[in-house]
């Protein structure tokens, strides 16, 4: 059939659907928002050794609770490396055998990306570890914003279109 | 369906239609390509202090993947340098015709077997698997670059118009069949002023411009029935068509993607491989795993060798089986009476939406983590320790760094809305809408491993 | 056809210009200034390492690093050292009173063969070269043969001994063990059993004669002292010998195999060798001063260490053999 009728069918439904669009956005917003029940855990001061080597962090990720004191102790394995707190907005430089610390409070939740703040090589911008700072809500926000998409999508809109379009039946949906 | 010719206002069609703006902004492009590729063979080896890395790959590689392409579709192509001095070659001039076109040298027609995206999807395949020296080594990308401008002009003298361009490109691959998303196109307005006129002088040519320089019949691009994929918005018709019968249109996102373009399989393999890269790409430059890095950088090494196997075997392979199989099941679940292949085809137009966005996402990850890199190095784009514009202090500074991967899942979302609903479309086209449930299934999960790469 | 002729010079001029411009400006470049590229000893080291200058006159280099950051520093001198980071070139002006080789090295740990990265500058004047040579290194007026076996492995003390303890005790050493020329040409065990002789000693236990001599260790240094030595092991010595003296140090665990025989290492091929563990009292209580200096201006010809003879001023070597002894005694109160 022709787009052109297609299309404007479309936005004929999804005028007469406009009424109950309003609960899809409101759980959108609610996976979005909402606050996310998460374990409380009592901070505390926590010391994390990483080796930095071209072109890897060791360990790549590290794991802290929110509000946890944390000290980084860096350590270079082959040449001068940084590292860089995506969000935090801090860095610190290790030349091999001289350990550098970098402390501060693990006051953001979610997950951030550490990178090599000095130029050590080729790969040096894609030297990148991870810092995950309690549960990672954004990942299952989106993870439910997702589902909630193909829900919207293959279960919402075909039942309440089909209710609302009775007199456009070649709407086969 | 909503258009807006833009060929409306005086200023734009002037803008386009006379040849020195665009003449002067090539002529600027190729000046930057030709410094891009300078910098790189006589600058620093330091990637991130030189201008062919950074302007490449993080400036203007920004600028096409989360500007161009999404809202001005293949317009880069219409600036782009690489075709330039072969073009001026096989026309015998810089500006426009200044032969009798009964007098040009007749090219021969690209072998019929190429005639397709095969050998592009070869290419970005190819560049796919040293990327991580390409992006990285100033000296590697200058000589990618000059290769391909010396192909091109190869080409151009032995076969007719861009036959590197529509055929051959890496970049032009994709950027074309993502073009089918962008709200521009060039279509005729009146078909029946095109079916009347004989001499067909946007394909031919004038002494008013060229045949159009991308092989396809401007006279047939038909708004709603033709997509953008081939047009290359070089205006060249605009300046041959003897009756004013071209607009330039403004149009709803996505229009081309609709269920009765099907998408050919070289194409449909163009997504898969887009889709498949991007999965990967993300992966090894933005995932913590560093031997996976080391592997894909040590050309030659057995690591490498394993990286090269796992990425072929990723995006020729696995996608477009498990899609075809997808396919195969939705086919079970609702029957139509077409081939496999039909099947297959149809509903790999649905991936195209979630491969910008998975593109686009990408790039915000390594775009507002390097942009920073972009001021020192337009003041000192050798690292030769030059100051232009008193920015080689400039330090390194991620931008965004907090806000990047909420938008990622965004985007992310968005083009799973996007694909999910064009599938819908599609099986709907198809009177099959159960169909949809196999192929959103695999939609979803292609969306969450994304997310999961992104942001976990 | 006036219009094409306009358009290619457009277009000649707008592709050509930029690049053209840039290479005209670097060719005409004829300002003196010496450009020297620093890589990685594996991938070239120095480029260029032999330089040339005259007394007197401004030596202008530019110094740029082709790959991961390094520093210039130069030996011998107050000179202090310069970052030379990837891609982007730092100017420096150096001004030579003398005549001679003067040594540059990079003092930022830049992989194994770090050390490596060493070149010269070769000053000439209207003097010849500086006529008499210096006194020649203690180790060598002693004739110490610093690769004759020292060690004492049946060497082990219950207690690291204490100068704060010692300097109670020590009150009635006899004055001919406190002298500078003593302490740098006698190992700490000498100097206990020679301890050991002196009547004034009798009294004390065998461990109250090891906090004597770490007295009169004591005695021999300072706190400025010891503090510039600390910052030299730090950037020189700790990335093979260890932070803590320990001799497993970021290079020295990786380098070594697990018994610490010698094996092949480094992109030539050199063996290398465990570094000493400076905890070790067998090693170090039997070594003198002198002993170490030899080792620190020689090098380990082949084991890895480096030499610092060219490197180090002769109060720098001191300075970090006294900060050596802080990994044995335990350190004193100001």
């Known amino acids: 059939m022709p787009s052109r009728s297609l299309y404007f069918r479309d936005l004929r439904i999804l005028a007469a659907g406009a009424q109950s669009v309003s609960g899809i956005l409101l759980a959108a917003l609610v996976m979005a928002f909402a606050p996310f029940p998460e374990p409380f855990v009592e901070p505390t001061e926590r010391t994390i050794g990483v080796m930095a080597s071209s072109f890897e962090f060791s360990p790549a990720e590290i794991s802290v609770n929110p509000g946890d004191l944390v000290t980084i102790e860096l350590t270079s394995a082959d040449v001068v490396h940084g590292l860089y707190i995506d969000g935090y907005d801090m860095q610190i430089s290790a030349d091999p055998g001289q350990t550098q610390t970098l402390t501060f409070t693990a006051d953001k939740s979610g997950t951030f990306r550490l990178r090599c703040s000095v130029t050590c090589g080729d790969l040096h911008p894609f030297m990148i570890g991870k810092l995950h700072v309690g549960s990672n809500t954004l990942l299952w926000r989106g993870f439910g914003l997702a589902t909630l998409s193909v829900f919207t999508l293959l279960v919402w809109m075909p039942a309440t279109f089909r209710k609302r379009n009775q007199d456009t039946p070649d709407v086969e949906i | 369906m909503l258009k807006y010719n833009l060929l409306q206002h005086t200023w734009i069609k002037t803008l386009t239609t006379n040849r020195w703006p665009l003449l002067i902004a090539r002529a600027v492009a190729l000046g930057g390509f030709v410094f891009a590729i300078l910098a790189g063979i006589i600058g620093t080896p330091v990637g991130n202090h030189n201008f062919a890395i950074v302007a490449v790959w993080i400036a203007w590689w920004a600028a096409l993947m989360l500007v161009i392409v999404p809202f001005l579709g293949r317009s880069w192509c219409a600036v782009c340098p690489i075709p330039m001095p072969g073009e001026w070659l096989q026309n015998g001039a810089v500006l426009g015709p200044i032969q009798d076109k009964n007098k040009r040298k007749k090219f021969r027609r690209f072998p019929k077997i190429f005639r397709n995206i095969w050998l592009q999807n070869v290419a970005f395949t190819l560049l796919a698997l040293f990327s991580a020296v390409i992006l990285t080594r100033p000296s590697v990308t200058a000589w990618v670059l000059l290769g391909m401008i010396l192909i091109a002009a190869g080409l151009s003298l032995v076969y007719e118009r861009r036959a590197f361009c529509r055929h051959l490109c890496p970049v032009g691959g994709f950027i074309g069949l993502y073009s089918q998303l962008a709200p521009v196109e060039l279509r005729v307005i009146d078909t029946q002023v095109c079916k009347a006129h004989t001499e067909k002088s946007c394909y031919q040519g004038s002494e008013n411009g060229f045949g159009c320089p991308w092989n396809i019949y401007p006279g047939g691009m038909i708004s709603g029935k033709s997509v953008n994929t081939n047009c290359g918005l070089c205006m060249e018709c605009l300046r041959t068509c003897d009756y004013d019968n071209i607009a330039l249109n403004l149009r709803a996102f996505g229009a081309d993607i609709q269920p009765q373009n099907k998408i050919k399989l070289d194409e449909a393999y163009k997504a898969f491989i887009m889709l498949g890269s991007a999965l990967v790409y993300s992966a090894v430059m933005l995932g913590p795993w560093g031997s996976l890095k080391n592997a894909a950088y040590q050309v030659g090494t057995l690591p490498w060798f394993g990286y090269a196997v796992a990425l072929l075997a990723f995006t020729w392979v696995l996608l477009p089986v498990s899609f075809y199989l997808i396919t195969q099941i939705a086919n079970r679940l609702n029957p139509t009476s077409q081939s496999p292949r039909q099947n297959f085809e149809a509903y790999a137009s649905a991936l195209l939406p979630l491969g910008l966005a998975a593109w686009v996402a990408f790039s915000f990850s390594f775009v507002f983590a390097n942009i920073s890199y972009l001021w020192p190095v337009l003041s000192d784009p050798f690292g030769w320790g030059w100051n232009l514009f008193q920015t080689a202090g400039v330090a390194w500074t991620p931008i965004f760094s907090s806000q990047v991967p909420a938008l990622q899942v965004l985007v992310l979302i968005g083009g799973l809305i996007w694909s999910g609903n064009t599938t819908q479309k599609i099986a709907i086209d198809r009177n099959a809408s159960r169909q949809t449930w196999p192929v959103m299934a695999f939609i979803f999960a292609v969306t969450l491993l994304l997310i999961w790469l992104f942001v976990a | ?334």
């Not at chain 3, 020297?36 to 006159?57: N, Y």
């Not at chain 3, 109670?168 to 063990?177: A, D």
């Not at chain 3, 510039?228 to 003296?245: F, I, N, P, T």
């Open chain 3, 1 to 334: 056809m006036k219009k094409e002729i306009l358009a290619r010079l457009v277009v000649l001029v707008l592709v050509s210009g930029m690049g053209l411009s840039a290479l005209v400006f670097r060719i005409g470049d004829n300002s003196g200034i010496v450009e020297v590229h620093a890589a990685m000893p594996e991938k070239g080291g120095w480029l260029t390492d032999s330089i040339e200058a005259q007394v007197g006159e401004p030596l202008v280099l530019s110094l740029v690093s082709d790959d991961v950051v390094h520093s210039f520093a130069l030996g011998q001198s107050d000179f202090e050292p310069v970052d030379v980071l990837p891609g982007v070139p730092t100017e420096i002006t150096l001004t030579f009173d003398e005549p001679g080789p003067y040594t540059f090295y990079c003092t930022r740990w830049c992989g194994a063969d770090h050390w490596r990265m060493r070149g010269t500058i070769t000053v000439t004047g209207d003097e010849p070269f500086s006529k008499d040579l210096p006194d020649p290194p203690l180790y060598l007026q002693l004739g110490i043969d610093i690769d004759d076996p020292h060690e004492n492995h049946d060497l082990v003390l219950d207690e690291q001994p204490s100068a704060l303890r010692g300097s109670v005790l020590g009150l009635t050493t006899p004055s001919e063990f406190l002298t500078q020329a003593y302490y740098r040409s006698h190992s700490p065990h000498q100097v206990w059993d020679e301890l050991r002789k002196v009547p004034s000693t009798s009294e004390l236990s065998e461990s109250q004669i090891w906090d004597v001599v770490a007295w009169v260790w004591a005695q021999n240094t300072n706190s400025t002292k010891l503090a510039e030595g600390e910052a030299l092991y730090q950037r020189d010595c700790a990335a093979c010998h260890g932070v803590d003296g320990d001799g497993e140090g970021i290079f020295g665990a990786e380098e070594i195999s697990g018994d610490g025989t010698p094996h092949e290492a480094g992109f030539d091929g050199h063996t290398i060798e465990a570094p000493t563990s400076f905890q070790d009292a067998g090693q170090m209580l039997t070594a003198s001063p002198a002993l170490l200096q030899g080792k620190i201006i020689r090098g380990g010809m082949g084991t890895g260490m480096p030499s610092w003879g060219l490197i180090y001023t002769e109060e720098q070597t001191w300075n970090l053999v006294d900060y050596l002894w802080t990994f044995q005694f335990q350190k004193s109160q100001e």
